[in-house]
């Protein structure tokens, strides 16, 4: 589905703009408010690597634009931990409308976001009372988490008082270091997905790279990756190819590479027993088997 981001024709007649912001900051808020990456919500992730591939500027030079809009500007918030980018008065200019599907598409979002503190930014500027409500809502989160951060403290002080186990201690940092190993994993696939692209496919035009951004966004960056290497192991390096696997993938609901995995190697399974059973029965039976030379000469 195609996504419209609307932008105000104010927005060249703002003071803020037009008296504080240079050329660069121009062209850098308007790549925010309308990159692919967008959501209804005006919190969104993204990466610093894939901003300087959309814009042409370098890594440093969004480090020093993003600064700007931070602390300066104050218009955006960026978390480099969970790569998400909230815009401040997103709310003020993008919910001109109301009703149901606004407000269920408000509510999935809100839920996605990991941290939270963005979402009380953003919620500042949202006028109308009906969405402003939903952000209001969603910022009670912290509290549960609190609670249940408590919870833990109390069951840690009881277990102080339990009999000493080596064993479950033992197995309990082996689980929690699988879980860094995990996450660093996974942190180091979303900033690859392009460059194994430009590895292994050759230049990476505009086109492409939205395309891969939108189904990391879609899918996850570790299932992009795995379609193009399934892409090269059949001797292609073509984006369609590529594509056609994702697209089959996602109308199965594979959100994650364990999944597709899994799936792949059934499946890999079913066609070798089909190779097998359809051998089997082009095989000749023993009472009709004759020489081949006979009759030569």
Not at 58 to 75: G, P, Y
Not at 86 to 96: E, L
Not at 244 to 266: C, D, G
Request: proline residues 3%; aromatic residues 10%; glycine residues 4%.
């Amino acid at each position: 589905m195609a996504k419209f981001r609307m932008i105000h024709t104010e927005f060249w007649n703002d003071p803020k703009v037009v008296e504080e912001m240079t050329p660069e900051d121009k062209f850098f808020f308007f790549y925010l408010l309308t990159n692919p990456n967008t959501t209804q919500i005006g919190i969104y992730q993204i990466t610093k690597k894939q901003m300087a591939f959309d814009t042409g500027y370098s890594i440093e030079s969004i480090n020093a634009l993003l600064d700007r809009f931070i602390n300066h500007h104050k218009l955006v918030q960026y978390n480099p931990e969970t790569r998400e980018l909230a815009i401040k008065n997103w709310g003020k200019y993008n919910f001109n409308k109301g009703g149901k599907p606004v407000l269920d598409c408000v509510t999935s979002e809100l839920k996605m976001v990991k941290d939270l503190s963005l979402i009380s930014f953003v919620g500042e500027r949202v006028e109308k009372q009906e969405i402003k409500k939903i952000y209001d809502t969603s910022t009670i989160r912290p509290r549960i988490d609190e609670k249940k951060e408590n919870n833990e403290s109390q069951n840690s002080q009881n277990a102080l008082n339990q009999p000493f186990d080596d064993t479950s201690t033992i197995r309990g940092q082996e689980e929690e270091k699988e879980e860094e190993k995990e996450k660093e994993e996974e942190e180091e696939v979303t900033e690859d997905a392009a460059v194994f692209y430009q590895q292994n496919f050759g230049v990476l035009s505009p086109y492409i790279a939205e395309n891969i951004s939108y189904w990391e966004f879609d899918l996850s960056p570790a299932i992009v990756i795995e379609s193009m290497k399934r892409t090269l192991s059949q001797n292609k390096r073509s984006w369609a190819y590529t594509e056609s696997i994702l697209k089959s993938w996602a109308s199965l609901n594979l959100k994650t590479l364990e999944s597709v995995l899994a799936f792949e190697h059934e499946r890999a399974q079913k066609i070798a027993l089909k190779e097998k059973q359809q051998a089997a029965g082009r095989a000749i039976p023993d009472e009709f088997e004759f020489d081949l030379s006979a009759g030569e000469g």
